[in-house]
Structures are given as C-alpha cells and as structure tokens.
C-alpha cells in the first residue's frame, strides 16, 4: 500500500462519515451483518478482532468487494503490533486500536495503513500525533460532550477527530457539527444481528446514511 492510496484511504473514511464497528459472535453472523450495512449504503466497517476469525471476515469481505471504490475495510481492536500485521496482510485499509500504541503506529507507518488509536487527553492525542497518526479515535466518546472536540482544536486546531462509543442517530448531529471528520458507531445499529434481522441493519444503516447526509448539506 503507497503513501497515496494511504491518502485516498484517508479521504474515503471522511466521505463515508459513519463507520460500523462490528463486533459479532461468529465470523458467520459478521459476514451477513456487512453484506447488511452495505445494501443499507453504509461503506465504511471496522471489523474488530474480539470476532472470531477477524482476519478471514477481512480478508473475504475485501476480496468480494474489491470492485467497489467506495467500500473501505478496517480492523478495530487491534491491541499490538502483531494483531495489526497480520490485519494488514489480510487486506485491511486502516487500524483501529482504543489506545494509542506505538508499536502498532511503526508498524502502520511502514505499510502506509492509517492508524486510528483511541485517545482520552490532549497529552495523548499530541503524543499520537507527533507519531504520525491521521485521525484520532475520541474513545469512549460517551465520556464527553461534543465542546470537548472545541477544547481539543483550541490547542491542536489540526486534529483530525472520529468520536466512538455512545454514538447514536439522535446526537450525530452534535458530534459532526463539531468540525469531527466522521463518526463511529456500534451498539444498536448491530443490535438486530443477534436475532438474525439483518434487514432491519439494513433498514438503520439506510437511516443513518439519510441523516449523514443531510447532516453534511447543513454544515457544507
């Protein structure tokens, strides 16, 4: 992976706006839950590793979708460097960890993979900067309020900020209003998966992309 498509990648996470955060019980339920959010228009999906067979979800979900520009395949809860190799050679387009590591920041600098590492302070988030990463991940975002990002950029006006944990329909809206490049979101989006409903995933997936996008044409 070159530095430019490292930057296409980059840009394609900020035009997604919303990205799932998968956690499933088997790689099975994953595989459905993503052929799910992306009928629903929902292109941005992090495949974390607390499911079994993660790197497999990666790497089939990547080889079936290769034709599609728009889709952007990442790994989440990478918790080392390790992890975060073997992501990448399954195909993954960006690394999510929720904390910042510097092993793992090494190891996506060389393969020019973003890195999103989840950061709680000023200190750390600089500390992540200085080591090149591109996004920070506001984790648990439900620990803040949206002003935090505006007590963030007050020092650090080039932070580039994606709040998870605690995201919703109803307070997106807060969050992107903020100047945040894109949102992550779990909890009952994926809620459905365990009762086999993935029409309704599609369903909140297509309702959530609607409110993204007209989200996007206030604050343009």
């Excluded at 919303?18 to 052929?35: C, F, P």
């Excluded at 302070?121 to 200085?130: N, P, W």
């Excluded at 945040?180 to 998966?193: F, I, R």
């Amino acid at each position: 992976m070159d530095i430019i498509k490292k930057t296409n990648i980059l840009l394609e996470i900020e035009k997604c706006g919303v990205i799932a955060v998968l956690r499933s019980d088997s790689k099975e339920e994953a595989l459905k839950t993503i052929d799910a959010l992306l009928n629903g228009g929902m292109t941005g999906i992090e495949v974390t590793f607390s499911i079994p067979q993660a790197e497999e979800v990666i790497r089939e979900t990547v080889s079936k979708y290769k034709d599609n520009a728009y889709i952007v395949v990442g790994a989440g809860t990478v918790l080392d460097a390790m992890t975060a190799r073997i992501a990448i050679m399954a195909g993954a387009e960006f690394v999510v960890s929720p904390m910042f590591d510097s092993e793992i920041a090494e190891i996506c600098n060389l393969y020019h993979v973003p890195y999103l590492p989840g950061c709680m302070t000023i200190t750390e988030i600089k500390t992540a900067l200085r080591s090149g990463v591109d996004i920070i991940k506001l984790f648990p975002a439900s620990t803040y309020e949206p002003s935090f990002v505006d007590a963030v950029k007050g020092p650090l006006p080039q932070v580039n900020i994606m709040p998870t944990g605690g995201i919703n329909l109803h307070n997106m809206e807060q969050w992107l209003s903020k100047g945040c490049v894109a949102v992550g979101v779990g909890g009952n989006l994926l809620a459905p998966a365990k009762t086999g409903d993935y029409d309704q995933i599609t369903k909140l997936a297509k309702q959530y992309m609607d409110k993204y996008n007209e989200i996007k044409m206030v604050t343009a």
